[in-house]
């Protein structure tokens, strides 16, 4: 299926399709044409949230986080969330309004984590930065008026592959007691061998030739592509891992590796399911306000989030 006809005129409008390549960029010029990107998302609205806090976290504080709090009964449910950006961009403010919105909607906590950026920081630190910020916020759970036994982890693109290695080491690790994973389409293989790769090569916003670049400024070497907690498709044990809801998109070069993941997952007696969201390019999700097919994935993972931390149906979340 071609690209929706909607994505196609959001993306002509903001000026997406004549941006300059990534790969043809270095990592701090990316940085600066991604606030182009930030500023058409914000020109959507950003959502007011009951309380909003900046904090730094992790066992030497030396994380940046953001925690949204709706105004809700506490303690409440928690996403953990990890933004996307191909490990070398992205941050607090390019996920806001995303974080903002879920919080809202589910009535949740959100805490988003600002973990270290390739290449100035390579492979494993966004990995190390990630799990000790959810054993941070898992251990400090009541001051941040949050259930322990409600936490969630999820994120999209690059923050979706760190979402699932971060629920494979918290199992391995006998870490917090997770109970589910939100993986927006996720990068989940650094061999790059999905046949989606090759049939949505030209993207729009992820290409093949950008992700060789991503991967090329995170990665320390070949031998990293193996690496389960680099390419956590190639784990060798996915059992006892929290449930699943992954979101991949028709014309996203990594469609075939999310749902390849999806299925291992399956295999393995995880209980997940697996959307694919006809005519979408990668990142839609995160113009969802002005896509059609976004605002219903936005729905979707609403209700799968609020099914999973025991709120479905529930009309008396508000602290008023």
């Known amino acids: 299926m071609p690209l929706d006809p909607q994505a196609k005129a959001l993306f002509d ?6 941006l300059l390549p990534v790969e043809t960029m270095t990592p701090q010029a990316a940085r600066e044409r991604s606030k182009l990107l930030l500023e058409a998302r914000r020109q959507m609205g950003i959502e007011p949230v009951h309380q909003v806090q900046d904090l ?23 996403l953990i969330y ?3 950006g191909g490990w070398v961009l992205g941050d607090l403010e390019s996920h806001d309004h995303v974080c903002r919105s879920l919080a809202n909607k589910v009535s949740c906590v959100v805490a988003s984590i600002d973990y270290r950026l390739a290449p100035e920081a390579k492979f494993p630190a966004a990995v190390d930065d990630s799990y000790a910020a959810t054993e941070w916020v898992a251990a400090h759970a009541a001051e941040l008026g949050i259930d322990p036994e409600r936490i969630a982890v999820g994120g999209d693109s690059a923050g979706g592959n760190l979402a699932t290695v971060v629920a494979q080491l918290a ?3 006998k870490g917090p007691k ?23 090569a030209a993207g729009p916003l992820l290409t093949k030739a950008s992700m060789v ?14 690496n389960p907690l680099a390419s956590p498709l190639l784990a060798t044990d996915l059992s006892n891992l929290p449930p699943a809801f992954i979101l991949t998109a028709e014309c996203d070069p990594i469609r075939d590796e999310g749902e ?9 007696g995880v209980a997940v399911e697996i959307k694919r969201y006809a005519g979408m390019p990668h ?6 306000a002005a896509l059609t097919t976004g605002r219903e994935a936005f729905a979707d993972t609403t209700a799968r989030l609020q099914r999973a931390f025991g709120l479905e149906g529930s009309v008396a979340q508000s602290a008023r």
Do not use: C
Request: charged content about 25%.
């Open 178 to 200: 997770l109970v589910f994973q939100l993986l927006i389409y996720p990068g989940t293989d650094m061999r790059m061998k999905a046949p989606s790769i090759e049939e949505n």
């Open 13 to 18: 409008a903001i000026g997406i399709t004549n």
């Open 82 to 84: 990890f933004h996307g």
């Open 260 to 268: 390849e993941y999806g299925r291992k997952l399956e295999q393995a």
């Open 283 to 288: 990142g839609f999700f995160s113009f969802g």
């Open 171 to 173: 199992r391995d690790r």
């Open 213 to 226: 670049w991503f991967i090329g400024h995170y990665l320390r070497n070949e031998d990293d592509k193996l």
């Open 56 to 78: 730094r976290i992790g066992p030497a504080q030396d994380i940046p986080a953001r925690i949204y709090t709706p105004d809700v009964r506490k303690p409440a449910p928690a």
